[in-house]
Structures are given as C-alpha cells and as structure tokens.
C-alpha cells in the first residue's frame, strides 16, 4: 500500500515521503497513529500544493533578503564611544551594539546572532557580516568615533 509520512520514521522515511508499506502495516499502524496517509489523488495533489507553496515561500524570502541586503550594504552606521587617552576603547564594540545602533540609526531590526563582527577595539572604520539568509550575506560599514 502506497501511503505518504506525515512525519520522520526512523527506520522507514522522511515527512513528506511517499513509501510502499505492507497492508498491515499501514492500515493498523501509520494510519491510525496519524504518522502517514494512504496516497490517494486527493492526498497527493495536497502534497504537490504543499510543495508548491513551501518552495514559493523560500523564493519569497531570498528575494527580501536580497533586498535588505542591498539597502544595509549602502549604509554605514556611525557608533560614539569612550576613548582612552591613546586612542584605544574602554571595552569592544560587539555584535549587540552593532543591532542596536542599526534599530536605532534606520530602523532595521537585526537579531545579535546574525551579525559577525570582530570586536572592534580602536576608533575607525571597519566591517562586519550579516548574515541574512542562508544565501545572502551582507557586508555593513561601521565608523567608530570619539564620544
């Protein structure tokens, strides 16, 4: 009997899976335990929209990435900071302050653990990497100056 998983088996497949189960097996076991369905051409076309869907929804939010990737790589936000007498800072300048001074400067909300950054010890420029997708990368300017 051909039944399609509605979630992880080990042993037997993936969600989304359409396998050949004995009778038995499906019928006394996936089934009522709600771990497959039987693969009727009303449950696959279901399947084949789910896809359809999923894949429509990827497409969606790689092309917002890129465009929020385009806008960040045209900004340099600018971080104030105490500075010692020979030019070095009390501290770093982190990740964390990077996102703030973001939210704060245009507006964009960027999570900490996206950002990469080394910590930045002295006044200047530099970069740092957000990652805002899986594919897309984004290179943002920082300008660290005197308080």
């Known amino acids: ?25 499906a019928k006394n076991f996936l089934i009522p335990k709600k771990m497959a369905v039987e693969a009727t051409k009303v449950n696959m076309n279901r399947l084949e929209r789910q896809h359809a869907d999923a894949a429509a929804k990827a497409q969606a939010e790689l092309e917002e990435a890129q465009k929020l990737g385009k806008e960040i790589e045209e900004k340099t936000i600018n971080i104030k900071v105490k500075v010692g007498n020979n030019g070095k800072l009390f501290g770093a300048v982190t990740n964390k302050e990077v996102a703030s001074a973001l939210k704060e400067q245009f507006n964009i909300d960027i999570d900490k653990k996206k950002i990469v950054v080394e910590p930045i010890k002295a006044v200047g420029d530099s970069e740092a990497a957000i990652k805002l997708h899986p594919q897309v990368t984004a290179k943002l300017k920082i300008s660290v100056s005197e308080l």
């Not at 979630?7 to 989304?16: F, L, S």
């Open 1 to 25: 009997m051909k039944v399609i998983l509605l979630q992880d088996i080990k042993g037997v497949g993936k969600k989304d899976q359409i396998i050949n189960a004995s009778d038995g097996y």
